[in-house]
């Protein structure tokens, strides 16, 4: 049991009660009591920890990448150490059980180490004019990375951990200071991430952690002058906003989607089922990359269904600590939300195969069948336990229905023909297309990636370090350098 507490504010470099005098409770989705308080920060405080950042920024851009990794290798010997007390916050205060929580942890160590060596690989390069034609081979030109100066990193509930680091990690290792602001519902476990960092001695200044209230602090952050980039995963929507209030600054967004499992008439459907049901139903969906959707070949709708509704009916559904796989949703109004999508499709003749069954904000796992385009279920993203099956007559139809949707992040195709996976795999609009098995985020080298929709730039490990740092050229001209002893 996680005791309540009253959690500080990370400022400037120290742990502090706001001046707002103000703290916000957070409540345990599952359980009927609060995880703990959260300090409400004033803009004044923002101000000074930027400010602190920026300060702190240069002479940690200064050092280097090996003596940047070892407060990174350090972080990451500390989340391991304390990996046990870490999950079991992070399932008190998100709902996520224990084990998927522990997973968590894991990978985010991995994930820091990584970067660490990631980080120690990249080297710049040098280019000779005479390249080019007409160039001149008295010209050197040397490239180097440099960092952007200030990050704000944002992070949403559902990987509070893990989503923070991945952003923070690069960031560091990059050369830059860090301005991290958690998800509200999220925030405590992001603070006990943060406090493993701290312990290592990292410079002061260079990294503050931000709670409170976004109708206060949210639009001050984004359009504060003092940001140099931003990294956010959450949803569209706020995603949306966020682009139209920064200006002139990098952005790397990761939002929403409506991953669909195209199934072929020549899929293995025993391997189909077994990734669509984890793909669908871990974490109760409340995954950006969750299957949203069914686009099956109409030969072999129904014995896709059949053999679906057992698996569904198998998952175990509850309290996280448990480890169910099928959790309370991380609100009241998050339920409400699914449980809407679940009543359209069925007023408009969708067929119920098993689940819409709801306990409060526990919802069972439900497969609707016959989803037809005209119901929201076939497009909104529900962040819930709720899988759609839409049949189709032939891939193309698939390809249509699924490049119909305004989201674009993963989707997954199942089929034995390789030719036929990777042409549609080809023809669908996505940031990745799994083939043969389940949409999901990583491994941590990979490319991450959304498009329309769902996001913007690119992350995993690599490619964070990219966006959160530029290119700088320095031209020699040989000629004018004074050479020799």
Known sequence: MVEHAQYLAYLAGEWQASQSQETITIQSPWQSEPVGDIQAVTQDEIDTSIAAAQDAQKPWAALSLGERGQYLNQWADNLAANKQALAEIEMAEVGKNLKDAEKEVDRTVDLIRYTVQEALHMHGESVRGDGFPGGSKDKLGIIERVPLGVVLAISPFNYPVNLSASKIAPALMA?????????????????????????????????????????????????????????????????????????????????????????????????????????????????????????????????????????????TVGSPDANNTVVPLISDKAADFVQNLIDDALAKGATLVTGNKRQGNLLAPTLLDNVTEDMDVAWIEPFGPVLPIMRVPSTDEAIRIANKSKFGLQASVFAQELDEALKIAGGVEAGTVQVNGRPERGPDNFPFLGVKASGMGTQGVHNSILSMSREKLTVINLKSVKQGG
């Open 175 to 315: 050369g830059n200071a860090v301005i991290c602001k958690p998800a509200t519902q999220g925030a405590v476990s992001g603070i006990k991430l943060i406090e493993a960092l701290a312990d290592t001695g990292l410079p002061k200044g260079l990294l503050s952690l931000i709670t409170g209230h976004g109708s206060v602090i949210g639009d001050y952050l984004i359009e504060h002058p003092g940001i140099n980039m931003i990294s956010f995963t959450g949803s569209t929507q706020t995603g949306q906003r966020l682009s139209q209030k920064s200006i002139m600054i990098p952005l790397v967004l990761e939002l929403g989607g409506k991953d669909p499992a195209i199934v072929c008439a020549d899929a293995d459907l025993d391997t189909t089922v077994s990734n669509i049901v984890s793909g669908a139903f871990s974490y109760s969906g409340q995954r950006c990359t969750a299957v949203k959707r069914v686009l099956v070949d109409d030969k072999i709708a129904d014995e896709l269904v059949a053999k679906l509704k057992p698996a569904v009916n198998a998952l």
